[in-house]
Structures are given as structure tokens and as C-alpha cells.
Nanobody, 123 residues
Framework: QVQLVESGGGLVQAGGSLRLSCAAS????????MGWFRQAPGEERQFVAA????????NYADSVKGRFTISRDNAKNSVYLQVNGLKPEDTAVYYC????????????????WGQGTQVTVSS
């Protein structure tokens, strides 16, 4: 089992930045790949970014490439999402997720999910 708790969301103006954090507990953190997803009202949960177990590899949704950066600190059992250049269309609940297998862009790959943190971008 892995428990995940997100933090760092908030209300920000377009062009602003936030740093989302996700604290993990329960399983050796370096044994899971991590991902961030987001869900806007009325829409399906979508992939944002993912990072390998060691932190050496990552991938991103095209819509956030160049603006968002995923990182992890295995010593602190945490994964982060630095979000820059925010746009109103980035407004969503952001979820972190853990996978025993791979840093995938596919939701079914992930075994554990946090409760989410709200990001709202005003124009």
C-alpha cells in the first residue's frame, strides 16, 4: 500500500507559477514510479507528467511540455510538479499517482492515487 497526499494548489493569475507536492508513505518510495494527472469539471482525468523510479527519466503531455517540470526526492518520499506559465485551461484538480511498474501516461498503470489538490487559474 502507498498513501499519497498532495499539496500546493491554489488560485493564481494566468502566467503565474505553483509548486505542487505529493508526499508518499507506506511502501519504499523508490520502488514506485510516479505520475501527475489532472481532471477539469466535466472531463476525464488526463495525464500530465510521469517520472521513473530513480528519477532519471520523465515524460509529459504535449500540452504542458516546456511549462511543467516533474521531479522527485526519494530521500523525502516526495514528488513535485513545478507548474509555470499557467493558463486558464490548466484549471483542474491535480492528482499524484504511484505505479509499481512503469512511469506511464496510462491511468490503469497506476495502483495508488491521492485525493487531489485544486489549481485554479484566473484570466
Amino acid at each position: 500500500q502507498v498513501q499519497l497526499v498532495e499539496s500546493g494548489g491554489g488560485l493564481v493569475q494566468a502566467g503565474g507559477s505553483l509548486r505542487l507536492s505529493c508526499a508518499a508513505s507506506g511502501r519504499t518510495f523508490s520502488s514506485v514510479a510516479m505520475g501527475w494527472f489532472r481532471q477539469a469539471p466535466g472531463e476525464e482525468r488526463q495525464f500530465v507528467a510521469a517520472i521513473s523510479k530513480s528519477g532519471g527519466r520523465s515524460n509529459y503531455a504535449d500540452s504542458v511540455k516546456g511549462r511543467f517540470t516533474i521531479s522527485r526526492d526519494n530521500a523525502k518520499n516526495s514528488v513535485y510538479l513545478q507548474v509555470n506559465g499557467l493558463k486558464p485551461e490548466d484549471t483542474a484538480v491535480y492528482y499524484c499517482a504511484a505505479s509499481r511498474f512503469y512511469y506511464s501516461d496510462s491511468r490503469p498503470t497506476y495502483d495508488y492515487w491521492g485525493q487531489g489538490t485544486q489549481v485554479t487559474v484566473s484570466s
